[in-house]
């Protein structure tokens, strides 16, 4: 498929994530989302309040990041922090799976955490996306979250927070491979996010291919401006 420079800015979460970003650099971010027309602007929870204000009337929703990067919160807390984003102004949630559940076989409290998460966001209309973290996960342990996700069905699966510190040789973001797999477990049942090292226009095209639906990404502009090029 090709797509417009529009079209292919509603796929894109553009991403600011970094703890050091000042008011003014989220502030930016949030005007230029404005002028690309992206999804949304994926970012802390802390200065929600403020991308809520340049964002207001504008159909860039505000993308939260839950228990982000690590995941470790308990159950309870991400709970909260996501209905306190919502609260706040998020028009979507993504939140880290607890990964030290999944490489222990703690299926039970992974269930457990997806489903509350989603019904708290779904109970209040808003997008759930679950994050895997796939470079600390086997195969295996990516079918399982699979498994798990049809379950529950959060709006989608995501590959990665980016942030993630594998071992050495190992990818820490997207891989057409993981977008390929988690697209043969769950069908076209839930979506798939494609999230960590994409940066160029070619790279999240073909993870679209793949399979993926949304691509989260810091480099929104450049992938949108290389439609043209």
Not at 22 to 51: D, Q
Not at 55 to 67: F, N, R
Request: charged content about 25%; overall charge neutral; some cysteine.
């Amino acid at each position: 498929m090709t797509y417009t420079s529009a079209q292919m800015a509603k796929l894109i979460d553009q991403t600011l994530l970094r703890p050091e970003a000042s008011y003014a650099a989220i502030e930016e971010h949030c005007r230029t989302a404005l002028r690309y027309g992206f999804k949304t602007v994926a970012i802390n929870n802390a200065p929600i309040p403020l991308a809520k204000k340049i964002l207001e009337g504008s159909q860039v929703l505000i993308d939260a990041a839950i228990s982000f990067p690590l995941g470790q919160c308990t159950t309870q807390v991400k709970v909260f922090e996501a209905i306190d984003a919502i609260e706040k102004g998020a028009g979507e949630v993504d939140y880290v799976t607890n990964v030290s559940a999944v490489k222990s076989g703690d299926w039970d409290l992974v269930l457990d955490e997806m489903r509350r998460i989603a019904d708290a966001c779904h109970e209040r209309g808003i997008p759930v996306k679950v994050i895997f973290e796939n470079c600390y996960l086997t195969d295996d342990e990516k079918k399982k979250l699979c498994e798990i996700a049809l379950k529950v069905r959060p709006t989608f699966i995501k590959t990665s927070t980016g942030f993630g510190t594998p071992p050495a040789g190992k990818a820490i973001g997207a891989t057409l491979e993981d977008v390929r797999l988690m697209r043969s477990c769950v069908g076209n049942e839930i979506r798939i996010k494609a999230a960590g090292g994409i940066r160029d226009t070619a790279t999240a095209l073909a993870m679209i291919e793949a399979g993926a639906s949304r691509i989260g990404t810091s480099c929104g502009v450049a992938i949108v401006d290389g439609l043209a090029e």
